[in-house]
């Protein structure tokens, strides 16, 4: 099935409204499904290889339906195929290199790369971003192997090109990564005034308190319709730390306070997790004194960063904001907490 039949097989059963930004993609996503669709020829001595096929790099805001577009690609696809979070992905590449190394390896990018290209033909990333120098070193260079060998890639992102590690240490480093995409992949953007998944929580409750059988049956259930009951770990690396979220997926991210608060987390680990979700639902959120004043600094760092990158907060506390901090050193400065707290619950929050 064409990509455009596929989506217009959605439209007609109502899972998806027509979108002018969205059909204008899809002739790109269904120029890759056509060219994977053909078989690779035999190579031979007077055999010339075919030209590589083009990939397709789909930015633009959260919730215009990149990664349901992807998605919509990725399952017309008939070729030995791989489709990750981009976070998770270079997790992978991380622990395959670390193997390579203890084989004696003296450049360890180029057996996983080659690894890459013998198993799939087509590799999709959800989120494509850049937080972390060690991953800015190694992205160019193994995507320069893929795309040698043929590897088709199709990637979602926040931003263009242009922007990814932007500010980033020795970022002229990455630069040529920048200068690859845009010559080995197609740069789309979805412009869409439409935020679907602002949508899908557009006058819902997002915080519940008290934290009882009624909240957690609630969050359960924003998040299956979130996640579409599809969800996976994602670690995110942070200088050398690691960020655990325990369900993931499509932007939409699910843990506890005790799995972000509850750990030696800082600024930098909130700041890529909120840089890598657009939605975390936070839950079991408790009152907050001077007996767990670590984890209550925590918390309040992790919501200045989920502020100020406009992420959509779902959580369950104890108490109402104004409560939760009532007692012991600080209680002041929680007082902007609350009122960000409060602020986040607006019907227009993050548009």
């Given at each position: 099935?064409?990509?455009?039949?596929?989506?217009?097989?959605?439209?007609?059963?109502?899972?998806?409204?027509?979108?002018?930004?969205?059909?204008?993609?899809?002739?790109?996503?269904?120029?890759?499904?056509?060219?994977?669709?053909?078989?690779?020829?035999?190579?031979?001595?007077?055999?010339?290889?075919?030209?590589?096929?083009?990939?397709?790099?789909?930015?633009?805001?959260?919730?215009?339906?990149?990664?349901?577009?992807?998605?919509?690609?990725?399952?017309?696809?008939?070729?030995?195929?791989?489709?990750?979070?981009?976070?998770?992905?270079?997790?992978?590449?991380?622990?395959?290199?670390?193997?390579?190394?203890?084989?004696?390896?003296?450049?360890?990018?180029?057996?996983?790369?080659?690894?890459?290209?013998?198993?799939?033909?087509?590799?999709?990333?959800?989120?494509?971003?850049?937080?972390?120098?060690?991953?800015?070193?190694?992205?160019?260079?193994?995507?320069?192997?893929?795309?040698?060998?043929?590897?088709?890639?199709v990637t979602t992102s926040n931003?263009?090109?242009?922007?990814?590690?932007?500010?980033?240490?020795?970022?002229?480093?990455?630069?040529?990564?920048?200068?690859?995409?845009?010559?080995?992949?197609?740069?789309?953007?979805?412009?869409?005034?439409?935020?679907?998944?602002?949508?899908?929580?557009?006058?819902?409750?997002?915080?519940?308190?008290?934290?009882?059988?009624?909240?957690?049956?609630?969050?359960?259930?924003?998040?299956?319709?979130?996640?579409?009951?599809?969800?996976?770990?994602?670690?995110?690396?942070?200088?050398?730390?690691?960020?655990?979220?325990?369900?993931?997926?499509?932007?939409?991210?699910?843990?506890?306070?005790?799995?972000?608060?509850?750990?030696?987390?800082?600024?930098?680990?909130?700041?890529?997790?909120?840089?890598?979700?657009?939605?975390?639902?936070?839950?079991?959120?408790?009152?907050?004194?001077?007996?767990?004043?670590?984890?209550?600094?925590?918390?309040?760092?992790?919501?200045?960063?989920?502020?100020?990158?406009?992420?959509?907060?779902i959580c369950s506390a104890a108490?109402?904001?104004?409560?939760?901090?009532?007692?012991?050193e600080g209680t002041f400065e929680?007082?902007?907490?609350?009122?960000?707290?409060?602020?986040?619950?607006?019907?227009?929050?993050?548009?």
């Amino acid at each position: 099935m064409t990509v455009q039949s596929a989506y217009q097989t959605a439209v007609d059963a109502g899972t998806l409204t027509t979108d002018d930004a969205q059909l204008a993609v899809l002739p790109e996503l269904e120029r890759v499904r056509a060219a994977l669709a053909t078989p690779l020829p035999k190579r031979g001595l007077f055999r010339k290889a075919p030209p590589p096929t083009p990939g397709l790099y789909m930015w633009g805001g959260v919730g215009r339906g990149k990664s349901m577009l992807m998605d919509l690609l990725y399952d017309q696809v008939d070729a030995p195929k791989r489709r990750s979070h981009f976070h998770a992905f270079m997790q992978w590449v991380h622990t395959e290199m670390t193997e390579a190394r203890k084989r004696g390896v003296d450049d360890a990018i180029a057996p996983v790369a080659a690894k890459l290209a013998d198993e799939v033909r087509f590799l999709a990333f959800d989120e494509m971003q850049i937080t972390d120098i060690t991953d800015a070193m190694i992205v160019g260079r193994l995507f320069e192997a893929l795309f040698a060998a043929g590897v088709v890639v199709v990637t979602t992102s926040n931003r263009p090109p242009d922007d990814l590690y932007k500010n980033g240490l020795n970022r002229q480093l990455f630069t040529p990564f920048i200068a690859l995409i845009k010559d080995r992949m197609v740069v789309h953007e979805l412009v869409s005034d439409t935020d679907y998944r602002q949508d899908r929580l557009a006058g819902k409750q997002s915080y519940f308190t008290p934290n009882n059988a009624d909240a957690r049956a609630a969050i359960a259930d924003i998040w299956d319709h979130l996640s579409n009951g599809k969800s996976a770990p994602l670690v995110l690396h942070v200088k050398g730390r690691e960020v655990d979220l325990p369900g993931y997926h499509n932007g939409v991210a699910r843990a506890k306070f005790y799995d972000l608060c509850g750990r030696f987390l800082g600024a930098a680990d909130y700041l890529a997790l909120a840089e890598a979700v657009r939605v975390l639902i936070l839950e079991d959120i408790p009152t907050l004194s001077r007996s767990n004043f670590n984890e209550a600094k925590r918390f309040v760092t992790l919501i200045d960063a989920l502020y100020e990158a406009k992420v959509q907060l779902i959580c369950s506390a104890a108490a109402a904001p104004e409560l939760l901090y009532v007692e012991g050193e600080g209680t002041f400065e929680f007082e902007r907490t609350a009122s960000r707290l409060r602020e986040m619950q607006s019907a227009d929050w993050g548009t």
